[in-house]
């Protein structure tokens, strides 16, 4: 029962560090696949083409440097959360 938030903030803590340091190229990569709107479900750019409009994110490339540095402070954020878990676990398993 204590080891899950042991477990918890360790693991938010580890991912929430690679997306904040950006080891290997993590930010980029979630930014490039997850968050680029070329990737977004067809039908929906057919819909935006069939229309005559462009799709509004198409302008990705422009802001893909703020977005990389948006997904590092939410990464350091999450460091942040799962050091709390992590707290939180220790403070659990010294009392019992």
Do not use: C, K
Not at 16 to 43: K, Q
């Amino acid at each position: 029962m204590y080891l899950v938030p042991l477990l918890l903030g360790l693991g938010l803590t580890l991912v929430g560090l690679a997306l904040a340091t950006d080891h290997r190229g993590i930010a980029r990569r979630i930014v490039d696949t997850y968050l680029n709107p070329a990737h977004a479900d067809p039908s929906l750019l057919r819909t935006f083409s069939r229309l005559g409009v462009e799709y509004p994110g198409m302008d990705f490339l422009r802001y893909a440097p703020r977005q990389r540095r948006f997904v590092r402070f939410w990464g350091g954020l999450l460091s942040a959360f799962g050091l709390a878990f992590l707290a939180a676990g220790v403070v659990f398993l010294v009392r019992a």
